[in-house]
Every structure is written in structure tokens, then in C-alpha cells.
């Protein structure tokens, strides 16, 4: 979980994550998904939109920015994610002194 927290900005690739907990990438898929009740994809991508949240809400960044930093191949593909995972669009979690 911590390696997850520390590298939002990268993939999360199953093969290094049962690596480091010394387990086959199978047993470690079951475990986490029996710990956290989703896969190990769907919880690193909900962790890179939370802090994606948090970048937004400053106002110091758009929604261009924000999906660079967080390692998302295109704007496009953040916002997409984005309204998937949270319901919301990028652009409402801007404080509306920066909103134009």
C-alpha cells in the first residue's frame, strides 16, 4: 500500500507489487482483493484522483496540469476518469475565483 501511495504518478504493475510482499501474482490479487474489496488497479487509480483532488481544489492547477503531474496519458483521459471515479467534473473542483 505504501509503495502504491508513493508512486501515484507511475503505473501500478501487479508483477512488483506480490514482488515486494513476496508472494505469486495471483495469491497477492486474492488477498487484496479480499483486504480492500477491489483490485489492485482500481485502488491505485482511486488514490491518484484523490490526490488529483486535492491539486485541483488548490486552484493552483488545471485539469491539464493536474493529469500530467499524475501521470495520465492526456487531459482527455483524466477528465474521463475522473467523472468515472468521483461523479464530478474536473473543472467543479475548482475554486470559483479561478474558474473562467
Known amino acids: 500500500v505504501r509503495y502504491m501511495q508513493n508512486h501515484l504518478q ?20 486474492r488477498r487484496f482483493r479480499a483486504c480492500f474489496h477491489t483490485s489492485p488497479a482500481e485502488w491505485h487509480m482511486r488514490l491518484r484522483i484523490e490526490k488529483s483532488e486535492e491539486l485541483l481544489r488548490s486552484g493552483m492547477y488545471t485539469a491539464e496540469r ?4 499524475m501521470g495520465f496519458c492526456d487531459a482527455a483521459h ?3 476518469t475522473f ?6 467534473y474536473a473543472r467543479e473542483y475548482r475554486p470559483r475565483a479561478y474558474r473562467t
Not at 66 to 69: I, K, M, R
Not at 83 to 88: E, L, V
Open 78 to 80: 483524466f477528465c474521463r
Open 66 to 69: 493536474v493529469s500530467a503531474q
Open 83 to 88: 467523472y468515472r471515479i468521483t461523479g464530478k
Open 10 to 29: 507511475q503505473g501500478c504493475c501487479i508483477d512488483t507489487l506480490a514482488e515486494l510482499c513476496f508472494m505469486s501474482r495471483s495469491t497477492f490479487y
